[in-house]
Protein backbone atom coordinates (compact mmCIF):
# COMPACT_ATOMS: atom_id res chain seq x y z
CA UNK A 1 0.00 0.00 0.00
CA UNK A 2 0.96 2.96 -0.78
CA UNK A 3 -0.25 7.17 -0.58
CA UNK A 4 -0.94 8.57 -4.26
CA UNK A 5 -3.41 10.92 -3.88
CA UNK A 6 -1.85 14.62 -4.23
CA UNK A 7 -5.37 16.15 -2.10
CA UNK A 8 -5.10 12.86 0.86
CA UNK A 9 -7.21 13.84 3.60
CA UNK A 10 -5.92 12.94 7.09
CA UNK A 11 -7.22 9.22 6.43
CA UNK A 12 -5.01 6.63 4.82
CA UNK A 13 -5.51 6.51 1.21
CA UNK A 14 -5.63 2.72 -0.20
CA UNK A 15 -3.84 2.30 -3.47
CA UNK A 16 -2.49 -1.63 -3.29
CA UNK A 17 -0.90 -2.68 -6.32
CA UNK A 18 -4.16 -4.49 -8.45
CA UNK A 19 -5.90 -1.12 -8.14
CA UNK A 20 -6.03 0.91 -11.02
CA UNK A 21 -5.47 4.40 -11.08
CA UNK A 22 -8.96 4.41 -13.18
CA UNK A 23 -11.48 2.76 -12.56
CA UNK A 24 -15.80 2.26 -13.93
CA UNK A 25 -18.51 3.86 -11.82
CA UNK A 26 -21.93 4.58 -12.61
CA UNK A 27 -22.54 8.34 -11.71
CA UNK A 28 -24.90 11.17 -11.33
CA UNK A 29 -24.18 15.12 -11.34
CA UNK A 30 -27.60 15.77 -10.06
CA UNK A 31 -30.74 14.71 -8.53
CA UNK A 32 -33.29 12.82 -10.63
CA UNK A 33 -34.90 9.79 -12.23
CA UNK A 34 -32.79 6.71 -13.27
CA UNK A 35 -31.48 8.38 -16.75
CA UNK A 36 -29.33 11.05 -14.45
CA UNK A 37 -27.26 7.88 -14.73
CA UNK A 38 -23.93 7.27 -16.69
CA UNK A 39 -21.06 4.73 -16.60
CA UNK A 40 -18.24 6.97 -16.13
CA UNK A 41 -14.95 4.80 -17.45
CA UNK A 42 -12.41 7.23 -16.48
CA UNK A 43 -13.33 8.14 -12.68
CA UNK A 44 -10.25 8.27 -10.55
CA UNK A 45 -10.00 5.57 -8.53
CA UNK A 46 -9.87 7.14 -4.76
CA UNK A 47 -11.22 5.04 -2.32
CA UNK A 48 -9.85 6.89 1.61
CA UNK A 49 -10.59 4.96 4.40
CA UNK A 50 -10.06 5.91 7.87
CA UNK A 51 -7.83 3.57 9.70
CA UNK A 52 -10.07 2.55 12.43
CA UNK A 53 -12.78 1.96 9.82
CA UNK A 54 -13.28 0.26 6.81
CA UNK A 55 -16.43 2.58 5.33
CA UNK A 56 -15.29 4.71 1.97
CA UNK A 57 -15.40 8.33 1.50
CA UNK A 58 -17.53 8.72 -1.35
CA UNK A 59 -16.40 12.38 -3.28
CA UNK A 60 -18.55 14.49 -5.20
CA UNK A 61 -19.99 13.33 -7.77
CA UNK A 62 -21.69 10.93 -5.81
CA UNK A 63 -21.05 6.92 -6.85
CA UNK A 64 -24.12 4.71 -7.08
CA UNK A 65 -21.38 2.12 -5.56
CA UNK A 66 -23.23 -1.03 -5.67
CA UNK A 67 -22.89 -2.92 -1.97
CA UNK A 68 -22.82 -5.87 -3.63
CA UNK A 69 -22.34 -7.54 -6.81
CA UNK A 70 -26.06 -8.69 -7.69
CA UNK A 71 -26.91 -5.17 -7.99
CA UNK A 72 -23.46 -4.19 -10.01
CA UNK A 73 -25.14 -6.99 -12.43
CA UNK A 74 -27.83 -6.29 -12.69
CA UNK A 75 -27.07 -2.29 -12.98
CA UNK A 76 -25.28 -3.74 -16.23
CA UNK A 77 -26.75 -5.74 -17.85
CA UNK A 78 -30.71 -3.88 -17.02
CA UNK A 79 -28.80 -0.76 -19.02
CA UNK A 80 -28.13 -3.10 -22.18
CA UNK A 81 -32.10 -4.79 -21.96
CA UNK A 82 -30.78 -8.38 -22.70
CA UNK A 83 -32.44 -11.68 -22.89
CA UNK A 84 -30.12 -13.58 -20.98
CA UNK A 85 -28.77 -17.46 -21.47
CA UNK A 86 -30.21 -19.17 -18.12
CA UNK A 87 -26.09 -19.00 -17.32
CA UNK A 88 -26.26 -15.81 -17.28
CA UNK A 89 -29.36 -14.68 -15.91
CA UNK A 90 -28.09 -17.03 -13.04
CA UNK A 91 -25.35 -15.36 -12.73
CA UNK A 92 -27.60 -11.72 -12.98
CA UNK A 93 -29.08 -13.02 -9.20
CA UNK A 94 -25.58 -14.13 -7.91
CA UNK A 95 -25.89 -13.00 -3.94
CA UNK A 96 -22.05 -13.65 -2.97
CA UNK A 97 -19.46 -11.07 -4.32
CA UNK A 98 -15.86 -13.25 -3.44
CA UNK A 99 -12.34 -12.77 -4.24
CA UNK A 100 -13.06 -10.43 -7.13
CA UNK A 101 -11.10 -7.19 -7.99
CA UNK A 102 -14.78 -5.13 -7.72
CA UNK A 103 -12.99 -1.67 -9.15
CA UNK A 104 -11.83 -2.81 -12.23
CA UNK A 105 -15.15 -3.95 -12.65
CA UNK A 106 -13.83 -7.76 -13.75
CA UNK A 107 -14.20 -10.40 -11.23
CA UNK A 108 -11.34 -13.16 -10.60
CA UNK A 109 -13.64 -16.16 -10.98
CA UNK A 110 -17.10 -16.28 -12.78
CA UNK A 111 -20.27 -18.81 -13.60
CA UNK A 112 -19.96 -20.94 -16.54
CA UNK A 113 -21.38 -24.07 -18.22
CA UNK A 114 -18.70 -26.68 -18.09
CA UNK A 115 -18.57 -30.49 -18.69
CA UNK A 116 -15.66 -32.73 -17.48
CA UNK A 117 -16.15 -35.70 -19.79
CA UNK A 118 -17.71 -36.17 -22.98
CA UNK A 119 -21.50 -37.31 -22.72
CA UNK A 120 -25.15 -36.66 -23.61
CA UNK A 121 -26.52 -32.84 -22.16
CA UNK A 122 -26.57 -34.77 -18.37
CA UNK A 123 -22.58 -33.96 -18.05
CA UNK A 124 -22.98 -30.68 -18.34
CA UNK A 125 -23.23 -28.56 -14.72
CA UNK A 126 -22.78 -24.94 -13.56
CA UNK A 127 -19.57 -24.10 -12.11
CA UNK A 128 -19.87 -20.69 -10.22
CA UNK A 129 -16.08 -20.74 -9.42
CA UNK A 130 -14.44 -20.87 -12.73
CA UNK A 131 -11.32 -18.16 -13.34
CA UNK A 132 -12.11 -15.53 -16.05
CA UNK A 133 -9.74 -15.77 -18.62
CA UNK A 134 -6.92 -13.97 -19.15
CA UNK A 135 -6.08 -12.55 -22.53
CA UNK A 136 -3.72 -12.28 -25.25
CA UNK A 137 -2.24 -9.11 -26.87
CA UNK A 138 -4.63 -9.74 -29.99
CA UNK A 139 -8.11 -10.79 -27.77
CA UNK A 140 -10.36 -8.65 -26.01
CA UNK A 141 -12.31 -10.00 -23.17
CA UNK A 142 -15.80 -9.84 -23.51
CA UNK A 143 -18.47 -9.72 -21.12
CA UNK A 144 -20.90 -12.09 -22.84
CA UNK A 145 -24.79 -11.03 -22.97
CA UNK A 146 -25.66 -13.14 -24.46
CA UNK A 147 -24.42 -16.90 -26.15
CA UNK A 148 -25.94 -19.13 -28.65
CA UNK A 149 -25.24 -22.76 -28.96
CA UNK A 150 -25.17 -24.77 -32.80
CA UNK A 151 -24.86 -28.36 -33.52
CA UNK A 152 -21.33 -28.40 -33.38
CA UNK A 153 -21.27 -27.66 -29.76
CA UNK A 154 -23.59 -31.34 -28.67
CA UNK A 155 -21.37 -32.69 -31.65
CA UNK A 156 -18.18 -31.51 -29.95
CA UNK A 157 -19.78 -32.61 -26.42
CA UNK A 158 -20.60 -35.78 -27.43
CA UNK A 159 -16.87 -36.30 -28.36
CA UNK A 160 -16.80 -36.22 -32.11
CA UNK A 161 -14.10 -34.34 -32.38
CA UNK A 162 -12.08 -35.62 -29.40
CA UNK A 163 -8.94 -35.82 -31.34
CA UNK A 164 -8.61 -32.48 -32.78
CA UNK A 165 -10.36 -31.14 -29.44
CA UNK A 166 -8.87 -28.93 -26.76
CA UNK A 167 -8.46 -30.31 -23.65
CA UNK A 168 -11.25 -30.52 -20.82
CA UNK A 169 -12.63 -29.06 -18.71
CA UNK A 170 -14.73 -27.56 -21.24
CA UNK A 171 -17.25 -24.30 -21.37
CA UNK A 172 -18.95 -24.82 -25.02
CA UNK A 173 -20.17 -22.05 -27.17
CA UNK A 174 -18.93 -20.80 -29.96
CA UNK A 175 -21.32 -17.41 -30.63
CA UNK A 176 -21.09 -15.03 -28.64
CA UNK A 177 -22.73 -11.67 -27.88
CA UNK A 178 -21.69 -8.43 -25.30
CA UNK A 179 -19.45 -6.17 -24.44
CA UNK A 180 -15.85 -5.30 -24.48
CA UNK A 181 -14.46 -4.74 -20.88
CA UNK A 182 -10.81 -5.58 -21.24
CA UNK A 183 -8.36 -4.88 -24.39
CA UNK A 184 -5.03 -6.80 -25.27
CA UNK A 185 -1.65 -4.63 -25.98
CA UNK A 186 -1.79 -5.12 -29.99
CA UNK A 187 -5.99 -5.04 -30.24
CA UNK A 188 -6.31 -1.60 -32.77
CA UNK A 189 -9.49 -1.23 -33.20
CA UNK A 190 -12.11 -2.47 -30.41
CA UNK A 191 -12.53 -0.40 -27.10
CA UNK A 192 -13.89 -1.30 -24.03
CA UNK A 193 -17.67 -0.39 -23.85
CA UNK A 194 -18.02 -1.69 -27.76
CA UNK A 195 -20.98 -3.99 -28.30
CA UNK A 196 -19.36 -6.85 -30.29
CA UNK A 197 -20.83 -10.31 -31.76
CA UNK A 198 -18.54 -13.13 -33.27
CA UNK A 199 -17.50 -16.95 -33.63
CA UNK A 200 -15.05 -16.93 -30.85
CA UNK A 201 -13.32 -19.44 -32.50
CA UNK A 202 -11.08 -19.22 -35.97
CA UNK A 203 -11.05 -23.19 -36.73
CA UNK A 204 -14.75 -24.94 -35.86
CA UNK A 205 -12.78 -27.94 -35.42
CA UNK A 206 -8.74 -27.45 -34.89
CA UNK A 207 -8.33 -27.11 -30.74
CA UNK A 208 -11.69 -24.38 -30.40
CA UNK A 209 -11.22 -22.90 -27.44
CA UNK A 210 -11.40 -24.50 -24.00
CA UNK A 211 -12.97 -21.53 -22.38
CA UNK A 212 -16.33 -21.15 -24.91
CA UNK A 213 -19.06 -18.43 -24.28
CA UNK A 214 -21.51 -20.55 -21.92
CA UNK A 215 -19.53 -18.15 -19.04
CA UNK A 216 -19.50 -14.78 -17.87
CA UNK A 217 -16.66 -13.71 -19.77
CA UNK A 218 -15.23 -15.25 -22.77
CA UNK A 219 -11.43 -14.42 -24.29
CA UNK A 220 -11.71 -13.59 -28.15
CA UNK A 221 -8.89 -12.36 -30.64
CA UNK A 222 -10.26 -8.50 -32.18
CA UNK A 223 -10.01 -10.12 -36.01
CA UNK A 224 -13.52 -12.97 -35.03
CA UNK A 225 -15.47 -10.16 -33.71
CA UNK A 226 -17.49 -7.31 -35.11
CA UNK A 227 -19.23 -4.28 -33.91
CA UNK A 228 -23.05 -5.90 -33.18
CA UNK A 229 -25.67 -4.16 -35.71
CA UNK A 230 -27.21 -1.80 -33.49
CA UNK A 231 -30.87 -2.72 -35.26
CA UNK A 232 -30.15 -6.19 -33.37
CA UNK A 233 -30.37 -7.17 -29.90
CA UNK A 234 -27.67 -9.08 -27.90
CA UNK A 235 -29.67 -12.46 -28.27
CA UNK A 236 -30.62 -11.67 -31.87
CA UNK A 237 -26.78 -11.10 -32.78
CA UNK A 238 -25.68 -14.25 -31.25
CA UNK A 239 -27.43 -16.42 -33.08
CA UNK A 240 -26.33 -15.22 -36.18
CA UNK A 241 -22.19 -15.59 -36.18
CA UNK A 242 -21.25 -19.23 -37.08
CA UNK A 243 -24.22 -19.79 -38.80
CA UNK A 244 -23.94 -17.10 -41.58
CA UNK A 245 -20.48 -17.18 -41.86
CA UNK A 246 -21.00 -20.50 -42.88
CA UNK A 247 -23.74 -19.29 -45.05
CA UNK A 248 -21.59 -16.97 -47.07
CA UNK A 249 -18.03 -19.42 -47.06
CA UNK A 250 -19.98 -21.99 -48.52
CA UNK A 251 -22.10 -19.54 -51.43
CA UNK A 252 -18.05 -17.84 -51.81
CA UNK A 253 -16.08 -21.07 -52.00
CA UNK A 254 -19.07 -22.09 -54.73
CA UNK A 255 -18.71 -19.24 -56.85
CA UNK A 256 -22.60 -18.74 -56.41
CA UNK A 257 -22.97 -14.75 -58.17
CA UNK A 258 -25.75 -12.87 -59.89
CA UNK A 259 -27.78 -14.44 -62.19
CA UNK A 260 -27.24 -18.34 -61.18
CA UNK A 261 -29.76 -20.40 -59.84
CA UNK A 262 -29.67 -22.59 -55.76
CA UNK A 263 -31.56 -25.56 -54.34
CA UNK A 264 -30.97 -24.99 -50.45
CA UNK A 265 -31.60 -28.39 -48.49
CA UNK A 266 -32.33 -27.42 -44.88
CA UNK A 267 -33.34 -23.82 -45.70
CA UNK A 268 -35.55 -23.32 -42.30
CA UNK A 269 -32.36 -24.14 -40.54
CA UNK A 270 -29.79 -21.91 -39.08
CA UNK A 271 -27.78 -22.03 -42.05
CA UNK A 272 -30.21 -22.33 -44.32
CA UNK A 273 -32.24 -19.20 -43.67
CA UNK A 274 -29.40 -17.50 -44.11
CA UNK A 275 -28.09 -19.07 -47.50
CA UNK A 276 -31.49 -18.32 -48.78
CA UNK A 277 -31.11 -14.68 -47.60
CA UNK A 278 -27.79 -13.90 -49.01
CA UNK A 279 -28.26 -15.41 -52.35
CA UNK A 280 -31.28 -13.60 -52.44
CA UNK A 281 -30.16 -10.30 -51.22
CA UNK A 282 -26.52 -10.42 -51.77
CA UNK A 283 -25.56 -12.05 -54.15
CA UNK A 284 -28.51 -11.34 -56.56
CA UNK A 285 -29.72 -15.27 -56.98
CA UNK A 286 -31.89 -15.68 -60.25
CA UNK A 287 -34.30 -18.63 -58.84
CA UNK A 288 -34.12 -20.11 -55.48
CA UNK A 289 -35.65 -23.47 -54.16
CA UNK A 290 -35.46 -24.49 -50.77
CA UNK A 291 -36.43 -27.79 -48.94
CA UNK A 292 -38.09 -27.75 -45.01
CA UNK A 293 -40.62 -29.54 -43.24
CA UNK A 294 -44.93 -28.36 -43.83
CA UNK A 295 -45.13 -26.04 -41.44
CA UNK A 296 -41.79 -23.97 -42.51
CA UNK A 297 -42.93 -23.75 -46.21
CA UNK A 298 -44.09 -19.97 -45.56
CA UNK A 299 -41.22 -19.33 -43.92
CA UNK A 300 -38.80 -20.17 -47.08
CA UNK A 301 -41.12 -18.18 -49.13
CA UNK A 302 -40.76 -15.16 -46.72
CA UNK A 303 -37.11 -15.41 -46.97
CA UNK A 304 -37.00 -15.35 -50.51
CA UNK A 305 -37.36 -18.78 -51.91
CA UNK A 306 -39.23 -19.20 -54.78
CA UNK A 307 -39.90 -22.29 -54.46
CA UNK A 308 -40.79 -24.01 -51.40
CA UNK A 309 -40.38 -28.26 -51.49
CA UNK A 310 -41.75 -30.24 -48.72
CA UNK A 311 -39.25 -32.71 -47.87
CA UNK A 312 -42.08 -34.64 -46.15
CA UNK A 313 -44.27 -35.41 -49.50
CA UNK A 314 -41.80 -34.32 -52.29
CA UNK A 315 -37.82 -36.27 -53.65
CA UNK A 316 -36.65 -32.60 -54.45
CA UNK A 317 -34.07 -35.01 -56.87
CA UNK A 318 -36.70 -36.18 -58.63
CA UNK A 319 -37.53 -32.82 -59.65
CA UNK A 320 -37.09 -31.76 -63.89
CA UNK A 321 -35.68 -28.53 -62.48
CA UNK A 322 -31.95 -28.63 -61.89
CA UNK A 323 -29.74 -26.28 -60.54
CA UNK A 324 -26.53 -24.31 -60.38
CA UNK A 325 -25.68 -24.97 -56.79
CA UNK A 326 -27.06 -27.01 -54.74
CA UNK A 327 -26.38 -26.20 -50.86
CA UNK A 328 -26.86 -29.48 -48.47
CA UNK A 329 -27.03 -28.06 -44.78
CA UNK A 330 -28.89 -31.85 -43.96
CA UNK A 331 -26.45 -34.97 -44.44
CA UNK A 332 -27.89 -35.66 -48.19
CA UNK A 333 -24.93 -35.36 -50.66
CA UNK A 334 -25.63 -38.33 -52.77
CA UNK A 335 -29.22 -37.21 -53.72
CA UNK A 336 -28.12 -33.62 -53.68
CA UNK A 337 -25.73 -34.60 -56.81
CA UNK A 338 -28.23 -35.55 -58.68
CA UNK A 339 -30.47 -32.28 -58.29
CA UNK A 340 -27.12 -30.24 -59.57
CA UNK A 341 -27.01 -29.02 -63.46
CA UNK A 342 -24.16 -30.29 -65.64
CA UNK A 343 -20.60 -28.36 -64.39
CA UNK A 344 -22.50 -26.82 -61.24
CA UNK A 345 -21.07 -27.40 -57.72
CA UNK A 346 -22.63 -29.11 -54.50
CA UNK A 347 -21.68 -27.44 -50.95
CA UNK A 348 -21.87 -29.80 -48.02
CA UNK A 349 -21.99 -29.05 -44.62
CA UNK A 350 -22.20 -32.78 -43.08
CA UNK A 351 -22.63 -36.73 -44.14
CA UNK A 352 -21.26 -38.37 -46.87
CA UNK A 353 -19.84 -36.69 -50.09
CA UNK A 354 -18.79 -37.37 -53.41
CA UNK A 355 -18.32 -34.98 -56.45
CA UNK A 356 -19.02 -32.53 -57.48
CA UNK A 357 -19.85 -32.16 -54.05
CA UNK A 358 -17.15 -30.68 -51.68
CA UNK A 359 -17.63 -30.47 -47.87
CA UNK A 360 -15.62 -27.53 -46.10
CA UNK A 361 -15.22 -26.59 -42.35
CA UNK A 362 -16.58 -23.04 -41.38
CA UNK A 363 -13.56 -20.54 -40.50
CA UNK A 364 -14.24 -17.96 -38.00
CA UNK A 365 -13.81 -14.44 -39.25
CA UNK A 366 -15.13 -11.02 -38.16
CA UNK A 367 -14.79 -9.55 -41.54
CA UNK A 368 -17.49 -11.43 -42.87
CA UNK A 369 -19.77 -10.31 -40.10
CA UNK A 370 -18.57 -6.61 -40.92
CA UNK A 371 -19.05 -6.83 -44.75
CA UNK A 372 -23.11 -7.97 -43.41
CA UNK A 373 -23.66 -5.94 -40.95
CA UNK A 374 -25.18 -3.25 -43.21
CA UNK A 375 -27.71 -5.75 -44.56
CA UNK A 376 -28.24 -7.10 -40.91
CA UNK A 377 -28.95 -3.29 -39.88
CA UNK A 378 -31.33 -2.50 -42.57
CA UNK A 379 -33.31 -5.94 -42.40
CA UNK A 380 -32.94 -7.06 -45.64
CA UNK A 381 -30.98 -9.90 -44.03
CA UNK A 382 -33.45 -11.28 -40.72
CA UNK A 383 -32.14 -12.93 -37.65
CA UNK A 384 -34.38 -15.65 -36.71
CA UNK A 385 -34.06 -17.12 -33.08
CA UNK A 386 -37.19 -19.47 -32.85
CA UNK A 387 -39.12 -17.50 -29.64
CA UNK A 388 -39.72 -20.98 -28.05
CA UNK A 389 -35.53 -21.91 -27.50
CA UNK A 390 -35.24 -17.79 -26.09
CA UNK A 391 -34.35 -17.60 -22.07
CA UNK A 392 -36.58 -15.42 -20.17
CA UNK A 393 -36.03 -11.26 -19.75
CA UNK A 394 -33.36 -10.99 -16.91
N1 LIG B 1 -19.13 -27.77 -42.10
C1 LIG B 1 -19.34 -26.69 -41.35
O1 LIG B 1 -18.47 -25.83 -41.21
C2 LIG B 1 -20.68 -26.53 -40.70
C3 LIG B 1 -21.05 -25.27 -40.19
C4 LIG B 1 -22.31 -25.10 -39.65
C5 LIG B 1 -23.17 -26.20 -39.58
N2 LIG B 1 -22.77 -27.41 -40.03
C6 LIG B 1 -23.67 -28.56 -39.98
O2 LIG B 1 -24.78 -28.28 -40.84
C7 LIG B 1 -25.95 -28.85 -40.31
C8 LIG B 1 -27.04 -27.78 -40.20
O3 LIG B 1 -26.63 -26.83 -39.23
P1 LIG B 1 -27.69 -25.74 -38.71
O4 LIG B 1 -26.99 -24.90 -37.74
O5 LIG B 1 -28.37 -25.10 -39.87
O6 LIG B 1 -28.72 -26.70 -37.96
P2 LIG B 1 -30.20 -26.40 -37.45
O7 LIG B 1 -30.39 -24.94 -37.27
O8 LIG B 1 -30.43 -27.32 -36.33
O9 LIG B 1 -31.14 -26.78 -38.67
C9 LIG B 1 -31.47 -28.06 -38.96
C10 LIG B 1 -32.59 -27.99 -40.02
O10 LIG B 1 -32.53 -29.19 -40.75
C11 LIG B 1 -33.83 -29.36 -41.28
N3 LIG B 1 -34.02 -30.72 -41.73
C12 LIG B 1 -33.93 -31.85 -41.01
N4 LIG B 1 -34.14 -32.90 -41.83
C13 LIG B 1 -34.34 -32.39 -43.08
C14 LIG B 1 -34.61 -32.97 -44.34
N5 LIG B 1 -34.68 -34.27 -44.51
N6 LIG B 1 -34.74 -32.13 -45.39
C15 LIG B 1 -34.67 -30.80 -45.25
N7 LIG B 1 -34.44 -30.19 -44.09
C16 LIG B 1 -34.27 -30.99 -43.01
C17 LIG B 1 -34.76 -28.96 -40.19
O11 LIG B 1 -35.90 -28.44 -40.84
P3 LIG B 1 -37.37 -28.80 -40.36
O12 LIG B 1 -37.50 -28.19 -39.00
O13 LIG B 1 -38.24 -28.19 -41.37
O14 LIG B 1 -37.43 -30.32 -40.29
C18 LIG B 1 -33.97 -27.86 -39.46
O15 LIG B 1 -34.51 -26.60 -39.77
C19 LIG B 1 -25.56 -29.52 -38.99
O16 LIG B 1 -25.29 -30.88 -39.22
C20 LIG B 1 -24.27 -28.81 -38.62
O17 LIG B 1 -23.42 -29.57 -37.81
C21 LIG B 1 -21.54 -27.59 -40.58
Redesign the pocket.
Known sequence: MSASSQSAPSETVVAAAEVPSKMKAWVYDEYGDADVLRLDEGMETLLSISPSSSSALLKLPSILFPPNRRRACALIWNSCRPLLTSSLRMAASSQSAPSETIVAGVPSTMKAWVYDEYGDADVLRLDEGVSVPGIKEDQVLVKVVAAAL???DF?RRQGKFKATDSPLPTIPGYDVAGIVVKVGSQVKNLKEGDEVYGDINEK?LDKPKQFGSLAEYTAVEEKLLAIKPKTLDFPLAAGLP??IE?AYEGLEKAGFSAGKSLLV????????SLVIQLAKHVYGASRIAA???T??LELLKSLGADLAID?TKENFEELPEKFDVVYD????GERANKAVKEGGVVVV??GPVSPPGF????TSDGAVLVKLNPYLECGKIKALNDPKAMAESC
Open positions: NPVKALATLGGAGGVGTSSGKYAVGQLTRFVV
